[in-house]
């Protein structure tokens, strides 16, 4: 009975409030009457004014006319809020201190107290209810001996099982709605008094209650497990790395090393993230990257090629090195376009799984290459290149800036483009998207030659950092690196979701992951293994919110 007597019916709670309603309302009556020609006239002729200067129907006479007018009015609102200033920030203050000195005192501690009260009768309540279908399940059974009946009777069970465990979670919502909703109103009349302004301290209580109020332990560990074990590992690797090897992992130069390996291959994975929103994939991106480190190793030569190319040999000296990086470039490209656009024509006209098409580009592209320089490495660029398009300044890699614009030029074409609305759009549901006007064949096709552009530069730039040793093998296993950075950073296979935020932490981590394992001198056989785990958790995850979706 002392518990019942704590918990507070809603007239009492509302009795609790009434005194703070009563006091702050009073006051915002004379906030409210001081404003109405103020600060509450300024926001109705502003809205006015903004529909006049862009109103078409209004002649030119009449628009300066009732222009003028609106800010004759203007001007004279903001002389009077300017008067009722003063007295506006006194009466706020009065009831932000009143405020202070008795919300959490008078209403809010007590409700707090009153719900923690409820909170632990309903766990009392569905324990004894859980314990009381335990009795009666075990005395009906007692007699039974028939395992069809001893089956349904156990059914039953779970079933009563499971309408109390529904029961007692919408008892704890309520009491959680009870308790957010004491905390929301004294910031419902913060609102009122200063018109939406809040403080920095007061958006982030506001913040944290919204947070709490709406965490729920099971979708965060959905969302974030797999990150919480990659970071686990993490630090247990800077840990034993250490002990093992006698140095420290996370350095600023090793920092520097991983952004540095991870600056082209966050253009391969920008590049296969867009056909994953599109349900698709591209198996094809190590060859590519082949293929491009090839082209770009022939132009860039330091000197005449010694390797020839279906029996040609090239010479490239007689362009400046500027010159060469630029066409490189440009060959690169061009190359990686064509490929990636044909794997996507069979897709968006013959509803070719990606899989597919990308799968012959791969054996043509590697076949191509390998026959005409069979197979041979044509060695090193220009060293003068590197040091003009990607210097270190004070030991700083500016390979990293690439990326970093291609983050940029990638997000911004994702998300303030019809393009990007398209894509998400027709991955989410390609049907729906065709009947609502977009067409699904140039946003495929789009898509897959955006992805070649990428995969161009990101080869062309690897090509730099390595200066040059291009060879048809070489890239072997990117493709899986890049698509398993796009599934860990939770762009999914299921279509139409995805962030560049999260394509960039899928990179981070595996180029991370394999440069620290490499410190550690584990077998590259061994990586594959972590490797493959790490995506076989992804994706189960990214499976897991998919069917509870639906």
């Known amino acids: 009975m002392e518990d019942n007597n704590k918990i507070l019916t809603d007239q009492q709670e509302e009795e609790l409030r009434a005194p703070i309603a009563e006091k702050i309302g009073a006051i915002q009556k004379q906030i409210d009457d001081l404003r109405k020609d103020g600060s509450l006239k300024i926001q109705t002729l502003s809205n006015r004014l903004a529909a006049v200067r862009s109103s078409r129907t209004l002649a030119n006479d009449d628009r300066k006319k009732q222009i003028a007018d609106l800010e004759s009015q203007l001007a004279a609102a903001k002389e009077v809020e300017k008067n009722n200033s003063a007295k506006v920030n006194a009466l706020i203050k009065e009831a932000e201190d009143y405020l202070k000195q008795n919300y959490e005192s008078q209403y809010l501690s007590k409700v707090k107290a009153s719900c923690d009260v409820a909170n632990s009768q309903a766990e009392a309540k569905y324990n004894a209810k859980l314990a009381e279908l335990k009795a009666e399940y075990e005395k009906t059974i007692a007699g039974i001996t028939d395992q069809k009946e001893l089956k349904d009777e156990k059914y039953v069970y779970k079933n009563k099982q499971f309408d109390a465990k529904l029961t007692y979670d919408n008892e704890l919502q309520a009491i959680k709605d009870r308790r957010h909703e004491a905390f929301t109103y004294q910031y419902h009349l913060i609102d009122n008094l200063r018109m939406s302004k809040f403080t920095v301290g007061e958006r982030f209580d506001q913040w944290r209650e919204n947070y709490k109020y709406t965490f729920n332990r099971k979708q965060f560990f959905l969302k974030n497990g797999l990150y919480i074990v990659i970071v686990l590992i993490f630090i247990m690797l800077a840990i034993i790395t250490p002990i093992l090897k006698n140095t420290q992992l996370f350095t600023l130069t090793n920092i520097l090393n991983i952004l540095q390996q991870a600056s082209p291959r966050m253009f391969l994975a920008l590049g296969v993230a867009g056909l994953i929103v599109l349900t698709g994939t591209d198996l094809s991106v190590g060859r590519m990257v082949g293929m491009g480190m090839v082209t770009a190793t022939i132009i860039m030569h330091n000197g005449v090629n010694t390797g020839a190319v279906f029996g040609h040999i090239f010479d490239f000296t007689s362009i400046v090195p500027a010159g060469r990086a630029w066409l490189a470039l440009l060959v690169c490209v061009i190359l990686t376009t064509i490929f990636a656009t044909i794997a996507g024509f069979f897709f968006a006209r013959f509803k070719m799984h990606p899989f597919i098409s990308t799968m012959s580009n791969m054996l043509i592209i590697f076949g191509l290459v390998t026959y005409a320089t069979k197979g041979v ?6 060293p003068s290149i590197p040091q003009m398009f990607i210097p270190k300044i004070n030991g700083f890699p500016t390979i990293i800036l690439w990326s970093l614009g291609a983050i940029f030029v990638i997000w911004f ?3 303030k483009t019809t393009f990007g609305k398209n894509l998400f759009a027709v991955g989410g549901n390609p049907e ?3 009947v609502s006007g977009i067409s ?4 495929i096709l789009s898509a897959f030659m955006l992805a070649g552009v990428m995969y161009g530069i990101g080869a062309w730039l690897e090509c730099m950092r390595m200066v040059g040793s291009g060879s048809a093998a070489y890239g072997q296993g990117w493709d899986m690196d890049a698509i398993a950075a796009c599934v860990v950073g939770g762009v999914s296979f299921t279509g139409g979701i995805g962030k560049i935020s999260g394509v960039v932490v899928g990179v981070l981590i595996f180029t991370s992951l394999t ?13 594959f293994v972590f490797e493959g785990i790490i995506i076989l958790a992804a994706v189960t995850l990214d499976c897991l919110k998919y069917v509870q979706k639906k």
């Open 377 to 382: 490495s044509f060695g090193a660029i220009d």
């Open 413 to 415: 074409i994702w998300n």
């Open 432 to 434: 729906a998207a065709s």
């Open 440 to 443: 699904v064949f140039k946003t």
């Open 515 to 527: 440069y620290s394992l490499t410190i550690l001198g584990i077998d590259t056989n061994l990586q």
